[in-house]
Nanobody, 126 residues
């Protein structure tokens, strides 16, 4: 099993930046596909970005491409999400998720992930 704890959320103005962190414990994060999802009030949880295990390829939802970067710090067993040029529509609770067996075609599906963090709030507002 792996335990996930997110941090780094907060209030930021439009155009600003934040870096979220997902600290993993229990198992090496390298064994897992790790994703960031977000959920705005009244909306379903949506895929944002992910590493697919093995080849460690990265994947992003179109709306964040060029603005968000997912990265992994193996020494700290942590996955980061660097968010720049933030927009009001990026507001939501951001969740880190991990799974060791999902296939590539399920990478963006919340149902494919067995392990979830508690979430961290990101609010983009002037």
């Amino acid at each position: 099993q792996v335990q996930l704890v997110e941090s780094g959320g907060g209030l930021v103005q439009p155009g600003g930046s934040l870096t979220l962190s997902c600290a993993a414990s229990g198992r090496s994060v390298n064994r897992y596909s790790v994703a960031w999802f977000r959920q705005a009030p009244g909306n379903e949880r949506e895929f944002v970005a992910a590493f697919f295990r093995g080849v460690s390829s990265t994947h992003y939802v179109d709306s964040v491409k060029g603005r968000f970067t997912i990265s992994r710090d193996n020494a700290k067993n942590t996955v980061h999400l660097r968010m720049t040029s933030l927009k009001q529509e990026d507001t939501g609770v951001y969740y880190c998720a991990a799974d060791s067996t999902l296939i590539l075609s399920s990478l963006r599906d919340t149902r494919a992930y067995d392990y979830w963090g508690q979430g961290t709030q990101v609010t983009v507002s002037s």
